[in-house]
């Protein structure tokens, strides 16, 4: 399946908008796509036809649970995943009967015929050829008003190891510099960026290849978490039942898919400087500031006769890439069970916790101490070891029904006796850690027998303790203890930090009060959050937080049945919090962009007029563009 055959597909069922008019790669085509990403469900795809370049762009293409399993050629995630683990069983069961053994034949048979082919000849991504290339021809996104410029935003980059050969796909945003230049934002845990270290141990320069469009099944597989040394061709032949054709490059020693739209033919030259690249507005729904990386050159540019574009934009949740990482957690899941965690029920990221924030997890339990075992079986799985909050359960609860979720956690929790602390790599784009790419992480094991309820008319904390604790504190803005009432013992405060340790002042206070002896977890906003707003509060919790710093466990205190978590999730300051890296704005579009958007809806024949999600958190931005001036 080609590009222009999904969005034939994608148009056949009603999951494709076109915009006929101009519409700006800078800053206009974002807030247009932002829109409609947000809306349930994930919205439709677009197809900008009149982008300035004689090129369409397609946007939020795998941007909802349908065009997923359109991608997939109508099967859905969960399908794919009772099919791998059927493979998995069949091929690594354990029989002495010859029978058996000789059924695995021919599985394995068709799955030698799932391995990519290379093709003799030039592909239809090499219709067109330009030797003299410039980037300057392509609609490529200025996607949010602090980004450092232009960025390609859905690369397939392929890479190969210099010593093995193995070739690896990867997606690296790459920030356009000038017509043959752009940044490789190769994170220090990818195989691109182990690969670009071979090459620089051994003083050469290294191939790369960037594909655009082509099978959507490509994209996909180039953010799946496969094991290093697994090719990502293989899962797109599995998935398609058919191996991935690849021609050769033309001025470069690497295969490309036949049936891309647009490849990108260069090279890296290790021994050059590094370069500064940034600031992006990244999936973590903050600015990632400036950081040095790699020069990516261009040597050549070649294309189908009629290509289209595709991007995506990131941000403040929920993206596209929500329903990329749904599809994940769904595929994998039998993976997980098979190789590594065998109790494994279930396991869940809600877009909220933008991938590595927060993970839940059912699992079925035998023994004592299960729970916190598969807390470290999971920080040591491959991309699971950036996870900041990781709570597991046992199997009586459904981890998608957060306000059940939130209550058996209540019931079953003393922060004081099941919780996991640890230290350990976190993302780089991780902005709340005091040293970069490393940070604590906090596991709760909701496995345990219950504890006392906390139900019934003793969790409504009376009326004169709020009264007082907010005359004595004219800091605190706002408390929300509504969940108490639903049998949730979570307390929300929002606050002013005008000063050193007032986070720390109030928690000591709380915690020593009896009145608030049925909070158990407490959590600390800035003043302009709206407490009653739970996946923003949520998003930030997993967003602002750095375990080892910003999470207090206290032991019960005097009179006091639990123990008590306190997380604060405030803005960290080199006044209030001795904190010495910037700290990122979250990602909002700026208002020109949003007016102009406004004033010419109606041309883009979308339907009915949307408001712009960044309104809601114009609020949070603070002055000094992508990273807040302290």
């Known amino acids: 399946m080609n590009l222009k055959v999904f969005l034939r597909k994608l148009e056949k069922d009603g999951e494709l908008l076109r915009v006929l008019t101009s519409a700006d790669p800078e800053l206009e085509i974002t807030e247009i796509a932002d829109r409609i990403s947000k809306q349930p469900g994930g919205g439709k795809a677009l197809l900008f036809e009149n982008t300035g370049k004689g090129i369409p762009l397609l946007i939020n293409a795998l941007g909802s649970k349908t065009r997923i399993s359109i991608a997939f050629g109508g099967r859905s995630p969960e399908s794919l995943a009772t099919e791998i683990g059927s493979l998995i069983t069949t091929i690594t069961g354990q029989s002495n009967r010859l029978a058996s053994k000789l059924q695995k034949v021919p599985l394995l048979g068709k799955a030698a015929r799932w391995m990519p082919k290379h093709k003799r000849g030039r592909g239809k991504c090499q219709d067109v050829i330009i030797h003299n290339p410039d980037l300057g021809m392509l609609p490529i996104l200025t996607c949010w008003p602090h980004d450092g410029g232009p960025f390609i935003t859905l690369p397939l980059v ?18 356009v510099f000038d017509r043959t230049t752009t940044g490789m934002h190769w994170h220090m845990h ?28 490509y994209t996909y597989c180039a953010t799946a978490p496969l094991p290093d040394g697994i090719d990502e061709y293989l899962l797109a032949g599995f998935i398609r039942k058919k191996p991935v054709k690849l021609v050769k ?6 295969w490309v898919p036949s049936d891309a739209d647009i490849i990108l033919e260069g090279y890296v030259n290790p021994s050059e400087p590094l370069v500064t690249e940034g600031p992006f507005g990244d999936h973590t729904g903050f600015y990632s500031l400036q950081d040095q990386y790699p020069q990516f050159h261009l040597t050549a540019i070649t294309h189908r006769k009629k290509p289209v574009y595709p991007a995506t934009i990131v941000g403040i949740p929920p993206q596209e890439d929500a329903w990329i990482a749904w599809a994940t957690e769904r595929i994998f899941e039998p993976l997980m069970r098979f190789s590594m965690l065998p109790e494994l029920a279930e396991i869940h990221l809600p877009v909220a916790g933008v991938a590595h924030n927060l993970v839940l997890a059912r699992v079925n339990t035998d023994y004592p101490g299960q729970g916190r075992k598969v807390l470290h079986t999971l920080w040591g799985a491959g991309q699971m070891m950036f996870t900041k909050f990781l709570v597991i359960t046992g199997t009586d609860v459904r981890l998608n029904n957060y306000a059940e979720l939130a209550r058996y956690i209540s019931r079953r929790v003393d922060p004081a006796k099941h919780l996991e602390r640890a230290t350990g790599p976190l993302d780089v784009l991780d902005h709340a850690s005091r040293i970069p790419a490393v940070g604590g ?23 004169e303790a709020l009264a007082a604790i907010r005359s004595c504190h004219p800091e605190i803005k706002d408390i929300n203890l509504d969940l108490l009432g639903k049998g949730i013992a979570v307390g929300l405060v929002a606050i002013q930090k005008s000063r050193q340790s007032v986070v720390q002042d109030l928690i000591g206070e709380i915690n020593r009060n009896q009145a608030f002896s049925s909070v158990r977890f407490w959590f600390f906003f800035d003043e302009f959050v709206n407490l009653k707003a739970y996946q923003q509060v949520v998003w930030l919790i997993g967003s602002n937080t750095d375990p080892d710093h910003d999470v207090t466990i206290w032991k019960p205190a005097e009179g006091h049945l639990y123990g008590v978590m306190c997380v604060d999730a405030t803005i960290k300051t080199k006044v209030c919090d001795a904190f010495n890296r910037p700290w990122p704005n979250p990602v909002v579009m700026d208002l020109p962009t949003i007016h102009k958007v406004d004033r010419r809806w109606r041309e883009y024949k979308l339907g009915k007029p949307l408001p712009s999600p960044s309104l809601v958190y114009r609020e949070f931005e603070r002055p000094g563009g992508a990273a807040i001036v302290q």
């Open 249 to 254: 490059c033309l001025t470069q020693d690497l």
């Open 158 to 175: 392929h890479t190969k190891d210099p010593v093995t050969e193995q070739p690896n796909l990867g997606m690296y945003r790459m920030q």
């Open 441 to 463: 992480k906090i596991g709760l094991d909701a496995t345990g027998l219950e504890l006392e309820g906390i139900e019934g008319e003793n969790q409504v904390v009376p009326f």
């Open 190 to 217: 990818k195989t691109g960026a182990r690969h670009y270290r071979e090459y620089q141990r051994l003083g050469k320069i290294m191939p790369v290849a960037v594909a655009l469009g082509g099978d959507p099944v």
